[in-house]
């Protein structure tokens, strides 16, 4: 697990390599695979959170994905509502997800539509010869297994609700 320190001038401290990091090389570091621990230089208190939270928000356009109307309905509950909204919603539709993603890569090898691409017979359907489908390229991100990632977005949910718990005292 590697050690984040963030001062309060917003920089990133990777305690690992002893050098100030950026939140793109943060991103990167953790889409290789890598775990992290965000904590406050001046307290210890625990930023993993909102760090994730701001790199998910802030990359791959996902404000895109909660509209303004929804932030403001969201913003306008009470943190206890809002914690069982996020924590029931998104528990279900990250299951649903991983479900269907497994589900899709189980099934890719008996794809019927790769047969219409005239691989395979000796002329295709105009007596034209087949086209060649092009090669598929291999995987370059092996797929962890559906219950790691489930049980540590579970981790990452729970935590989420004692953290909002926690500033509601």
Same mark, same amino acid.
């Given at each position: 697990?590697?050690?984040?320190?963030?001062?309060?001038?917003? @920089?990133?401290? /990777?305690?690992? !390599?002893?050098?100030?990091? %950026?939140?793109?090389? +943060? #991103?990167?570091? =953790?889409?290789? &695979?890598?775990?992290? @621990?965000?904590? /406050?230089?001046? !307290?210890?208190?625990?930023? %993993?959170?909102?760090? +994730? #939270?701001?790199? =998910?928000?802030? &990359?791959?356009?996902?404000?895109?994905?909660?509209?303004?109307?929804?932030?403001?309905?969201?913003?306008?509950?009470?943190?206890?509502?809002?914690?069982?909204?996020?924590?029931?919603?998104?528990?279900?539709?990250?299951?649903?997800?991983?479900?269907?993603?497994?589900?899709?890569?189980?099934?890719?090898?008996?794809?019927?539509?790769?047969?219409?691409?005239?691989?395979?017979?000796?002329?295709?359907?105009?007596?034209?010869?087949?086209?060649?489908?092009?090669?598929?390229?291999?995987?370059?991100?092996?797929?962890?297994?559906?219950?790691?990632?489930?049980?540590?977005?579970?981790?990452?949910?729970?935590?989420?609700?004692?953290?909002?718990?926690?500033?509601?005292?």
């Amino acid at each position: 697990m590697h050690l984040i320190k963030k001062y309060g001038n917003r @920089r990133l401290y /990777d305690t690992d !390599t002893s050098r100030y990091v %950026t939140l793109e090389e +943060l #991103t990167a570091k =953790i889409r290789d &695979g890598a775990e992290v @621990r965000v904590v /406050d230089a001046k !307290t210890g208190e625990d930023l %993993t959170q909102p760090t +994730l #939270t701001q790199i =998910i928000f802030e &990359g791959r356009g996902a404000q895109a994905l909660l509209p303004a109307q929804l932030l403001h309905q969201l913003v306008r509950l009470q943190e206890d509502a809002l914690a069982e909204f996020f924590g029931r919603y998104l528990q279900g539709a990250l299951e649903l997800y991983l479900n269907a993603k497994r589900s899709a890569q189980t099934v890719m090898p008996f794809n019927p539509f790769l047969s219409l691409t005239g691989v395979g017979a000796p002329f295709g359907s105009w007596g034209q010869p087949p086209v060649q489908a092009p090669p598929q390229p291999a995987p370059t991100v092996p797929v962890a297994p559906a219950a790691t990632d489930l049980e540590s977005l579970r981790k990452e949910l729970d935590e989420l609700k004692r953290s909002l718990h926690r500033r509601r005292k």
